[in-house]
């Protein structure tokens, strides 16, 4: 993305494309259910055919320009412990290493990046700190596969997850070929999600039965049953 800066003083400082911040249910992956803060980013690198999320990836978005202690400060306001970053794609925002390193100096706070594992997150990674990626793999439905950074199961671990968004019986087969090849059930969290409304959940489970998926965990977005699925800020 393009580099924003403000200044303070004699500093620059770095600012962040910000189109969405809410309290909610984090109703997706590893803390689905626990509350969460979300710090939703302007812009992404893929278009995903099933994305529910466009609007913050078009040019024209609204957005408030948040400097890092900005978005800490929003943060500790909310005395909420679980913060996601999402967007959009968070890990192409500029300076974001910045962002997560002072996330770093919070304590009480875990950080949940939700990336769609077309970035190389190693460099991420080697920041440490109280930060867990959510990855997705792209399924074939999505469009999106072929951008897909496979490197990124060498650094992934068992505080980090794996997401598969399936739409078809295609999906599914990829999924399990993918777990399989990369042994993802052994080194991570590995959730199945159905894109919302093209698939239902029921055929996901049929297929988990019949292929011995012990080791991952469908994942319904809960969001989508508690609120109207367009509104936006849940
Ligand atoms: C909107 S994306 C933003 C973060 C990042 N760009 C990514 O794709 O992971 C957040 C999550 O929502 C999922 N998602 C987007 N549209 C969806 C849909 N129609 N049904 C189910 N999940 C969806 C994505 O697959 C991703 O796991
Ligand atoms: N409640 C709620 N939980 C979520 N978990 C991940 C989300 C996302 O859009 O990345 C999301 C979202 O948009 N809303
Ligand atoms: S990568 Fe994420 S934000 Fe980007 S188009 Fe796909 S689902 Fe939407
Ligand atoms: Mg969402």
Partial sequence: MENIHRKKGNTVVSTYRVVERFISINGEAARAGELAVFIRFAGCNLDCGYCDTKWANEAGVPYEELTEDEIIDYVRRTKVKNVTLTGGEPLIQKDIDKLLLAFE???????????????DIAEFKALGGNVSYTLDYKCPSSGMENDMCLANYNYIDKNDSVKFVVGSQEDLE?????????ALDEKTRVFISPVYGSIDPADIVDFMIENDMNDVKLQLQLHKFIW???ERGV
């Fill in 105 to 119: 100096l919070e304590d009480d706070v875990r950080v949940e990046i939700e990336t769609n594992g077309s970035v």
């Fill in 174 to 182: 990829k999924c399990f070929e993918i777990v399989r090849e990369y």
């Fill in 228 to 230: 109207d699925p367009e």
